[in-house]
């Protein structure tokens, strides 16, 4: 490779991985795998050390990924935290055992732990008190999410013990067990927002909740590992562990000693096949210098220990070719590219086809049709396609070409500046956006039409009787009858079902239409502030937005949703047939304390959550705002408040006040 083509891929290779760090540390929100990322970082740092001339202090191989946001207070790490070296080879781990033997001379003693898959949180215990929790941060200061790691069971807050050091620091893994996370993103899914990855990107995103109570009901753990203090109870690791584990710290039971390097191979063996049986995920083994004396000898790198190395588990990965890509159309108009493959057995079944997610995975792959690629089961059930083997590239390999025009209905696909999704704009005639709507629509949580299913619905939207949910209304039993599979009895359970949801109330009326971004505990928002749809179908940008939990993104949608005729004249179709519109006995505000007061609530909440302080502000009169502007009127300040807020507060003189006095103001002390 010549000078100028190493300076240019070195430049390459920094930006996607400042990217890449951007993505999983602050979005949480990771678009290749550890692997590929891993990939990336070893080639970066092969080419710093090839080409030294072009090393940096400043390259992503010198520095720590940094999770730091703007919302937290920051403090400094007492003892640095640090990354891990990491391997996907066991000859690398004996490299590793060897290079510690030239320095003792005789076999060193390791201690194995599971590597978790999660956040790691640094926490400082002062006279047996829990003190302070930081995040990683950029390694060297972290934020401070004390308030919210008080709220996760098996932290200790106060903790007991003969050989508690009066100041030491203990780390750990913040996790979100896989049960957990499957109930999160079905209640998400519900309430139409974005699922998160996986169970570390959404332990990590909860640790960052500006709202104790909402992080409590998340169902975190805390896995220990690492015990620093000026002065500790022994001169192992294992031994502090274990006296760790004695004060009320979880130091998972997996933890072993191992007297030689091949011991620590059996150990990485058996987790291999066992870590499925675990309710977490992890995503290898942290393989650590047992002898405290040992570890302060070999010391460290920039980055990381000389005295631990973390084994990490591939996914499992099988070759196969690339056959052709297919579009397929959501219910809300995404358009998904799926790999067709050339059928290979991969961790128990058959598989066929493979997720191409967006046009810039395409991209980001460099995959062209023919390929023979790399396919894994990640954390995920459907397959992804890992990487292409370059080596098996021909002249049949063409690039693929992102479809222009929808598949099913022929409109121009349009993909927004900054979605990485194209999507189908036909909302009102593309066939699976329509039969989306109505299986939508039917669904328990909506309008709970029992007898009619997907199947159903694509029967009466094939047989012409529905192109939208108010035709279902206009449905008769003879109708029903003659179609395939459906008998007399059904049929008439399905009219009856039908008609039995005009009972069901207007919040769950409002879900059921389907609105983008409008699920289930948004539109209960919506129902108790606007108390018919006439009222809301009227409101503007700045009434919606000033409703706790409406922000711009859900009342814009609002907006264009009622914009449409089409929407219009189901909506008054849907109200001739008798579907509730409006709320029953609803409540007006319970006083006008705050009546003409624009609130900005900031920071963190002890004795409320921000969503409950965001309530009392409109039960007493008040509007919810979350900029501070001219027309701010007051800003309830909690702590860690931004230092920005803080500086435009003092600036154009707003009023701060704390929780104390806002709950004395209503009267609510
Ligand atoms: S020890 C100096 N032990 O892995 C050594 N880390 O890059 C410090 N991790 O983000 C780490 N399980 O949060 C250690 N048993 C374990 C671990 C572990 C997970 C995480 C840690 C850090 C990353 C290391």
Redesign the pocket.
């Known amino acids: 490779m010549k000078q100028s083509e190493a300076k240019a891929r070195i430049e390459k290779l920094r930006k996607a991985i400042e990217e890449h760090n951007h993505n999983y540390y602050i979005l949480n929100s990771p678009v290749i795998s550890d692997f590929e990322y891993d990939l990336l970082l070893h080639e970066l740092d092969t080419l710093e050390r090839k080409y030294s001339g072009f090393a940096s202090e400043e390259s992503p191989t010198r520095r720590i990924g940094s999770d730091i946001t703007r919302e937290f207070r920051q403090y400094e790490h007492k003892y640095p935290?640090?990354?891990?070296g990491?391997t996907y080879s066991t000859e690398e781990l004996r490299e590793f055992n060897a290079r510690i033997e030239k320095v003792t001379g005789s076999p060193a003693e390791y201690v194995c732990?599971?590597?978790?898959?999660?956040?790691?949180i640094s926490i400082t215990y002062k006279r047996g008190r829990l003190f302070r929790a930081l995040t990683?941060g950029d390694g060297t200061k972290g934020d401070d999410v004390t308030l919210n790691a008080r709220t996760i069971k098996n932290i200790p807050v106060t903790i007991t013990g003969i050989r508690v050091p009066d100041e030491f620091v203990i780390?750990g893994?913040i996790l979100m067990p896989r049960a957990v996370f499957d109930r999160l993103n079905d209640e998400r899914n519900n309430e139409g927002l974005p699922p998160f990855a996986n169970p570390r990107n959404a332990a990590a995103g909860t640790l960052k909740i500006l709202d104790p109570k909402t992080v409590a009901s998340r169902g975190l753990v805390c896995?220990f590992?690492?015990l620093l203090a000026d002065e500790l109870p022994h001169d192992t690791h294992y031994e502090n562990m274990m006296e760790a584990s004695t004060w009320g710290f979880n130091v998972p039971e997996s933890i072993s000693l191992c007297k030689s390097i091949e011991e620590v191979i059996t150990f990485i063996n058996r987790w291999e096949s066992e870590r499925k049986k675990l309710p977490f995920d992890?995503d290898g083994v942290?393989v650590?210098v047992n002898s405290l004396a040992l570890q302060e000898e070999l010391g460290f790198t920039a980055k990381?220990?000389r005295w631990?190395i973390?084994y990490k588990y591939k996914a499992e990965q099988v070759t196969t070719r690339l056959l052709s890509v297919s579009f397929q159309v959501g219910r809300t108009g995404n358009v998904t590219p799926v790999a067709n493959l050339e059928p290979v057995f991969l961790a128990g079944s058959t598989v066929k086809r493979a997720t191409l997610h967006n046009a810039d995975q395409i991209a980001l792959l460099g995959l062209h049709l023919n390929d023979m690629v790399y396919v894994e089961k990640g954390g995920e059930i459907i397959p992804k396609i890992a990487g292409v083997d370059h080596s098996f590239r021909n002249e049949n390999s063409h690039e693929i070409k992102f479809i222009a025009n929808c598949p099913e209905c022929g409109t121009q696909l349009v993909k927004n500046e900054g979605e990485a999704n194209h999507f189908c704009p036909n909302y009102l005639h593309c066939p699976p956006q329509l039969k989306g709507r109505i299986g939508h629509f039917i669904s328990r949580k909506a309008m709970d039409i029992d007898g009619l299913g997907e199947e159903t619905v694509d029967l009466l939207f094939s047989s012409n009787l529905i192109r939208n949910y108010a035709d279902l209304y206009e449905l008769k039993t003879e109708q029903l009858v003659p179609l395939e599979r459906l008998g007399e009895k059904s049929a008439a359970n399905i009219i009856k079902s039908i008609k039995t949801s005009l009972s069901v109330p207007y919040s769950r009326v409002l879900f059921a239409l389907g609105i983008r971004h409008v699920g289930e505990t948004v539109a209960k928002t919506i129902a108790s502030r606007f108390r018919s749809i006439d009222e809301l179908m009227s409101a503007d940008l700045e009434l919606l937005t000033s409703v706790n939990e409406i922000g711009p993104k859900i009342a814009a949608s609002i907006i264009s949703f009622f914009f449409d005729s089409d929407n219009i004249l189901i909506i008054k179709r849907l109200k001739d047939y008798g579907l509730k519109f409006s709320e029953e006995n609803v409540k007006g505000p319970e006083s006008d304390i705050l009546k003409g007061k624009t609130i900005v609530i900031s920071g963190v909440f002890l004795r409320h959550t921000r969503d409950e302080y965001k309530d009392l502000i409109e039960k007493h009169g008040g509007k919810n705002s979350t900029s501070i502007s001219g027309s701010t009127s007051l800003i309830l300040a909690g702590d860690n408040m931004g230092p920005a807020k803080k500086e435009k507060a003092e600036q154009l003189g707003v009023a701060m006040i704390d929780e104390n006095e806002f709950l004395e103001l209503i009267g609510e002390e």
């Open positions: 935290m640090l990354s891990l990491n732990e599971l590597k978790f898959d999660g956040a790691s990683r780390r893994e896995n590992y690492f992890i942290v650590k990381s220990p631990a973390s």
